[in-house]
């Protein structure tokens, strides 16, 4: 008679979250459980009652929003932009506004349209920037968030720190970081890494602390590593935090590498406000704000789409 095996604890882990599995209609079909189970009732029968989860098809969770969806979602914010931007328009006209106090849009417009490949090329390297400062701040915070997550000692280290980079007023901390790191790249990176810092740490912290108490029971029943409660529960139980946290830091990122490029910079937004702001040029201002705008709503629809490809089974990914 063959003694009974003991099932691996990978591969009771790995049958979790692929027992379902969504077909290309989106319809859920079921698997076997691997053989190492079926051998063990009690265990296949509390894994089985776990395994159901929908998954739409990979194509619809990177697909664009539906045109209707598009529609429902943007008209709104769009036709209030439109309808502001008019009064705008007819106060300056009525009031007769001078135009280095504030332009009218079409004035705006028309500076935007006369040198686009300067706003272009400024705004890209902005975006650069910002995107860079982003990739530190929120890589940073979220590998120091696993290790306060899992280290009360080490929170209780760190944590007074981080509050205080939270607390401290960015624009004083600028001018020494470009002193410190010089005129290149990394000051800009360092100080939008800087604002976002604090959120990203403290979403991470939070995410991964919250997670199901049944789900971490069920895991250490099985003899889970802390790696594999970490890989396979905690870190899919914190992506909502993760995400929120993203959405935070995407506009602080941009603010971040502005003020750094206030500082110091041959080129990007932030430079060209300083040149404009001295030459009381408003219509480029103007011009320099919508072009942020542009980059940051660009990049959050960004974020949107990869929300939209990760979370498509949690809550908030479920329209109204």
């Known amino acids: 008679m063959r003694p009974a095996t003991t099932p691996d604890v990978a591969d009771l882990l790995d049958g979790i979250p692929g027992e379902a599995a969504a077909g290309a209609s989106g319809a ?3 698997r076997r459980l691997p053989p190492t189970l079926e051998a063990s009732g009690d265990q296949a029968e509390l894994l089985d009652a776990t395994l159901y989860v ?7 969770r990177w697909a ?4 209707r ?41 028309e500076t935007l ?19 860079g400062g982003l990739l530190l701040g ?35 901390v600028a001018p020494l970081i470009v002193i410190w790191f010089g005129f290149g790249v990394w000051p800009k990176f360092i100080v939008a890494g800087l604002i976002t810092f604090f959120p990203m740490l403290v979403n991470t912290i939070t995410g991964l602390r919250t997670i199901d108490a049944a789900t971490h029971d069920f895991f250490l029943a099985l003899g889970a590593s802390r790696w594999q409660v ?18 935070i830091s995407i506009p602080l990122a941009l603010i971040g590498a502005v003020i750094a490029e206030w500082i110091r910079a041959d080129s990007g937004v932030g430079q060209m406000i300083v040149i404009a702001h001295g030459d009381f040029d408003t219509p480029t201002l103007f011009g320099a704000i919508v072009v942020l705008a ?27």
């Open 113 to 131: 349209s006369e040198e686009p490949a300067r706003f272009i090329e400024a705004g890209s390297v902005s975006a650069q920037h910002a995107l």
């Open 54 to 60: 929908a998954q739409p098809p990979a194509a619809r």
């Open 138 to 172: 929120a890589g940073s915070a979220f590998l120091l968030g696993v290790l306060m997550a899992h280290s009360r000692i080490i929170e209780r280290a760190v944590y007074p720190l981080a509050i205080l980079v939270k607390v401290t007023p960015i624009v004083a």
């Open 28 to 30: 859920v079909s079921q």
């Open 294 to 320: 542009v980059i940051g709503v660009a990049l959050t629809a960004a974020l949107a789409l990869l929300e939209r490809r990760f979370l498509f089974w949690h809550d908030s990914s479920v329209g109204p």
């Open 230 to 247: 970490l890989w396979r529960l905690r870190l899919p139980s914190s992506l909502p935090y993760l995400f929120a946290g993203l959405r």
């Open 69 to 109: 969806e598009l529609l429902l979602t943007g008209a709104p914010p769009l036709v209030a932009a439109l309808l502001l931007v008019l009064a705008w328009e007819l106060w300056i006209r009525v009031r007769d506004v001078p135009i280095y106090l504030a332009p009218a849009p079409s004035r705006v417009i």
């Open 64 to 67: 664009l929003p539906a045109p």
